[in-house]
Structures are given as structure tokens and as C-alpha cells.
């Protein structure tokens, strides 16, 4: 199983960016993908999950209606469409996969983990 997270890059506030994940080995009819960031010296924080199946969709407070996160599953990968990034939102982004959406939004726990992307948002 393998997880690649891509996209990242330095943007100014305001600006936009779009992740990707593609993952190899699992299907995303079955997992859930999470993604979830981590800024210097702070914990890493769940952002936004696209479940299994027909994809709902779920985001944290500090996200919602900035973000979007979509999935084709014929292709087996996830986006996370941010816009209006603010300095905030600096961060190594990970997707995550899981076949439990609650073991990855409340239990912050996944089976597989991509390797990160950095996004950094500064003028």
C-alpha cells in the first residue's frame, strides 16, 4: 500500500492550492481518506475526510467552506482544493487511509499514511 501526497508549495495569503493523493493497494471504495496537517511545533491536527464509497465529506471548523476535498475512485485519488489560505494553514499536509472515517477524524489513527506535503503560506 502506498499513499503520495503532492501539490505542496509556497503560496501568498489569500492564494490557493491544490493537493492530491493517489494511493496504490487500496480502494477507495473501501477507505476512507483523511487528510490531516502538522505546523512547527504543534500536534498534528485532522483537516477533512472523503469516506469510502460515495464520498461524503467532512471538515474541521478551521477549514470548512475554504476547503474542498473530492475523490475520483476510478483513478483512486483524493484533492483537497484550498483556497483563501492564510499564514495559519502553514503545514506538512498528510492523506491518511482507513476503513473507519471515525478512527480518522476523532481518533486522529490510520492504517496508512502518505509521506507529506509542505505547504507554506507567507507574503
Known amino acids: 500500500v502506498q499513499l503520495q501526497a503532492s501539490g505542496g508549495g509556497l503560496v501568498q495569503p489569500g492564494g490557493s492550492l491544490r493537493l492530491s493523493c493517489t494511493a496504490s493497494?487500496?480502494?477507495?471504495?473501501?477507505?476512507?481518506i483523511g487528510w490531516f496537517r502538522q505546523a512547527p511545533g504543534k500536534e498534528r491536527e485532522w483537516v477533512a475526510t472523503?469516506?469510502?464509497?460515495?464520498?461524503?465529506?467532512e471538515y474541521d471548523d478551521s477549514v470548512r467552506g475554504r476547503f474542498v476535498v473530492s475523490k475520483d475512485n476510478t483513478k483512486n485519488t483524493v484533492t483537497l482544493q484550498m483556497n483563501s489560505l492564510q499564514p495559519w494553514d502553514t503545514a506538512v499536509y498528510y492523506c491518511?487511509?482507513?476503513?473507519?472515517?471515525?478512527?480518522?477524524?476523532?481518533?486522529?489513527?490510520?492504517?496508512?499514511w502518505g509521506q507529506g506535503t509542505l505547504v507554506t503560506v507567507s507574503s
Open positions: 493497494g487500496v480502494s477507495l471504495d473501501v477507505y476512507s
Open positions: 491518511a487511509a482507513d476503513q473507519g472515517y471515525l478512527r480518522i477524524r476523532y481518533g486522529g489513527y490510520a492504517e496508512y
Open positions: 472523503v469516506r469510502s464509497g460515495d464520498g461524503p465529506t
